[in-house]
């Protein structure tokens, strides 16, 4: 169990991470960013089959990896605010997802979480650094990333230069 100022971080399951992702994800969030996208720089992004099949497969692997621990916060009054899965979890580079509930996104919870789990599990685990993806337009976990003085990463597709950002969080 780790304390923060107003948060405590412990393993969740799988159950307890999809009560957030209920409150935040409706389905139609990606489908609405890709709508918004010009038109000629999606064809463009699509002449790149290797690009965009790679793009797909790691999406894809994510969302199946076996290979992923789960962490929830919970706030003063013991409501689960926050979820953080990293995938890859074997690797010395694994990636990370964090997800906020909707009722406390904008508050500094997610910027507090992670400031408090990663050093964390740096010290205890062998981890180079922790990969770190949004969507291009996801301003607040852009914020996150730079608090946590996150690199920015060189897209490796056009669909990728698109669609998301990713940035590689290592040890302070």
């Known amino acids: ?17 999809q009560q957030i992702m209920e409150t935040v ?8 960013y ?14 790149d089959m290797d690009g965009l099949f790679n793009f797909v497969q790691s999406l894809v692997s994510l969302r199946n990896s076996p290979d992923i ?5 919970w706030n003063q009054d013991n409501e689960l605010v926050a979820h953080v899965g990293i995938t890859g979890w074997s690797s010395k580079t694994p990636e990370l997802q964090i997800t906020v509930a909707q009722n406390y996104q904008r508050l500094g919870y997610g910027t507090e979480f992670l400031q408090s789990l990663l050093p964390w599990l740096f010290q205890n685990f062998d981890i180079r650094f922790f990969v770190y993806r949004l969507r291009k337009d996801n301003i607040p976990s852009e914020k996150i990333a730079h608090r946590l003085d996150g690199i920015l990463q060189e897209p490796h597709s056009a669909l990728e230069r698109l669609t998301l950002k990713t940035y590689h969080i290592y040890p302070n």
Request: no cysteine; proline share 5%.
């Open 25 to 32: 994800n409706d389905g139609n969030d990606m489908t609405a």
């Open 1 to 17: 169990m780790i304390k923060s100022p107003r948060l405590t971080i412990r393993s969740i399951d799988e159950s307890q991470a």
């Open 69 to 73: 621990k789960r962490f929830g916060a």
């Open 34 to 47: 890709l709508k918004a996208l010009p038109e000629d720089a999606v064809q463009s992004a699509f002449q």
